[in-house]
């Protein structure tokens, strides 16, 4: 699967943060916490090269608090990353969050008491809220749909904590499929760059292996499909999500699941766990690696034969 989506303020934002992270004393990079390492940008993890970073676990009222307590537990494995689960439900622990920087280690204020910090996440995972909860007041523009934060703006909270605020960012590829439906999923990524019926097989056929019990209570189901699309069958004839001939609309049944994890009416469900990550990382690693010696390879032979042609020419 590829996701076709990568708008040019994104290409821009990344240069941004390139040039602006040298000046700032932390990194506070937002991600979903029911996909922690499919929402994390690798992009940024590449340029932040060991500067405090407080990796914030956002909508974690939604997410499997089990879940959530190992991917915690698991972040801070990394000396330099401090992890906190937050949710909007909580404003008071949010608004704490500008005295937890400044007691992070390796954070220092400026000369006259400032701290600093950029805050990044991938589109969609409640940054702008975030940020006006922390301030008390509306600054970024929020919304339910992504890529509303367009431009890099600074905003001094007056109470010692400075605010780089950067447009959510994806990164041009994403090499590894089931990271790229969790995102659909989520609704970081637009809902015009993977059809929803695909989005929902795959969520059908987790939430049977993962959840199943949360399957059969919401479905009412005595004994559970064998599989992700006998699963939106039965789900879309219970809905009424018929189309000619009485066959199961399989978009609007997926739609309607999409929906109904977003708003956890499904259950609380997390989309992957740290062991999942970590074996998914050696898989991409992989394939990347095959990729690029299959470039090179590639490479060698156009050279190949334009020197055996242009050898060919001056016989």
């Keep these: ?88 439900e909580h404003p008071e622990q949010i608004r704490r969050l500008a005295e937890t920087c400044k007691r992070l280690p390796g954070v220092k204020p400026d000369a006259l008491g400032n701290v600093t910090a950029l805050i990044t996440g991938i589109p969609n995972v409640g940054k702008s809220t975030l940020i006006n909860t922390l301030a008390g007041r509306p600054i970024a523009k929020a919304g339910n749909e992504p890529a509303v934060t367009q431009a890099q703006q600074r905003i001094d909270l007056r109470n010692g904590f400075v605010l780089i605020d950067s447009p959510g960012i994806l990164w041009p590829k994403i090499e590894n499929a089931n990271s790229g439906y969790r995102l659909a999923l989520s609704g970081a990524i637009k809902a015009t760059a993977i059809r929803d019926d695909d989005v929902g097989v795959f969520a059908a056929d987790f939430f049977l292996k993962t959840y199943p019990a949360l ?27 018929l189309g000619s001939g009485g066959h199961v609309d399989f978009n609007r049944i997926s739609t309607i699941l999409i929906n109904e994890f977003r708003s956890a009416t499904l259950g609380l469900i997390s989309l992957e766990t740290p062991e999942i990550a970590e074996a998914e990382k050696i898989v991409v690693a992989r394939v990347m690696a095959e990729k690029a010696a299959e470039k090179e390879s590639k490479e060698k032979a156009r050279k190949r034969a334009y020197h055996l042609s242009k050898a060919g020419r001056k016989t």
């Design 1 to 88: 699967m590829s996701i076709n989506w990568f708008p040019g303020h994104m290409n821009k934002a990344i240069r941004e943060i390139r040039d602006i992270l040298p000046k700032v004393d932390l990194v506070i990079e937002i991600v979903d916490a029911r996909l922690p390492y499919s929402s994390a940008n690798p992009v940024i993890e590449q340029f932040r090269a060991g500067k405090p970073c407080l990796k914030l676990l956002s909508k974690s009222d939604l997410a499997d608090p089990a879940i959530t307590a190992q991917w915690l537990a698991h972040l801070e494995k990394d000396a330099s990353v401090r992890a906190m689960a937050i949710t909007t």
């Design 215 to 241: 399957m059969r209570e919401r479905f009412k189901l005595d004994e559970l499909p064998i599989g992700g699309v006998e699963l939106l069958e039965v789900a879309g004839r219970q809905r009424g999500c």
